[in-house]
């Protein structure tokens, strides 16, 4: 793919720009395998450069707008360069396409309190819902399948971002916060999961024990911050450390999103610090 002309910047410092783009680049992987991010020039009614992000989908438009930018190249690119440094993408500079660019309305948001919302406006100020659309959401028709689709590579962008976050952020902790301290708007994968009965609510009626069983759920955010909390079962059950067929059982690389906890206290085992939430309520299906 041929490089484009940038506007208004001599054909030397053009020469300079791309080879820097070219070292950038050097190691990322294909686009064909990862995807890339896309600076695109300014073009009559938009005087901005812009940010898009290129995923190798199936089928229709798969090229999605991000952010502006600015209107100076190196000013752009820095900003660009920046966000994406610690992604596998890599980041190329193309014209902007009304063919495969403009919006079909497939990232528009059909269900719940964001309903008629682009993704890449609510991917600004609720990245949670976000996640909650790509790995929760239950597409009925095969339009929203496709938006499913597309949700997930925003939110594949929103761990891009967090990456960087992780490694120019100092810290000689890893804990979420101090014991007391509210959270909201949590992201977790599921690493382990233990089931044990509540000793305090378990009870016999007649010859009938009634078991309540909860779940100890360890996990990590996606920057590899490790949390732990428990899950009280709301109905009993006839055997001990078995939920029952109405409680959703936890696995392993499950994702759940928590609207709002409080950390109940940090530790460390192993070296590792851990911390554990308490008062959690997860995100519900909208």
């Not at 783009?21 to 050097?26: E, H, W």
């Not at 955010?221 to 029952?244: F, K, M, W, Y």
Request: aromatic share 10%; with cysteine.
């Amino acid at each position: 793919m041929a490089n484009p002309i940038l506007p208004g910047i001599p054909e030397a410092e053009q020469a300079l720009l791309y080879r820097k783009l070219n070292d950038y680049n050097q190691g990322r992987a294909s686009y064909k395998e990862a995807g890339t991010y896309l600076v695109v020039l300014p073009r009559p009614d938009h005087p901005r450069y812009s940010l898009w992000v290129y995923s190798p989908l199936p089928g229709r438009q798969s090229i999605f707008y991000i952010q502006d930018l600015s209107e100076d190249i190196n000013e752009s690119l820095r900003a660009a360069s920046t966000l994406c440094y610690y992604s596998p993408r890599r980041l190329l500079l193309v014209e902007y396409s009304a063919k495969h660019m403009q919006s079909k309305g497939d990232d528009l948001i059909p269900v719940g309190k964001y309903r008629g919302h682009f993704l890449h406006e609510i991917f600004r100020i609720d990245p949670g819902y976000i996640t909650w659309a790509a790995y929760k959401f239950t597409p009925r028709i095969p339009k929203q399948e496709r938006f499913v689709h597309i949700a997930r590579i925003y939110h594949s962008v929103h761990i891009d971002i967090l990456r960087r976050q992780a490694r120019q952020t100092p810290s000689t902790s890893r804990h979420l916060g101090q014991p007391g301290e509210k959270l909201a708007n949590l992201t977790l994968k599921v690493l382990r999961v233990r089931l044990e009965d509540d000793p305090y609510k378990t009870t016999v009626k007649g010859n009938t024990p009634y078991f309540y069983v909860r779940q100890l759920l360890t996990l990590e955010d996606p920057i590899g911050n490790l949390v732990t909390l428990r899950l009280n079962a709301r109905t009993a059950s006839h055997e001990s450390c078995q939920l029952p067929a109405t409680e959703h059982a936890f696995r392993p690389g499950e994702t759940l999103h928590i609207t709002s906890a409080r950390i109940a206290h940090t530790y460390t085992s192993a070296g590792k610090p851990y911390t554990r939430l308490n008062y959690v309520k997860l995100r519900k299906a909208e």
